[in-house]
């Protein structure tokens, strides 16, 4: 049962910590693609070959 005191709060400060780097990301825009892989994986235009 003391070890649940210990394993509580680190669990929720973990927790924390990672939806605090969560809405990092989306203030800082990490998440937007205006071209799309999924618009780019469908076109017709693609080329294996690396550009110069």
Known sequence: M????????ISLFLGGLGL???V???K???????????NRILSDEWDDRPKP
Not at 2 to 9: C, D, H, S, T, Y
């Open 2 to 9: 003391e070890m649940l005191a210990i394993l509580i709060p």
């Open 20 to 22: 605090v780097a969560f």
């Open 24 to 26: 990092w990301t989306l």
């Open 28 to 38: 800082h825009q990490q998440y937007d693609d205006p071209d799309g892989d999924a």
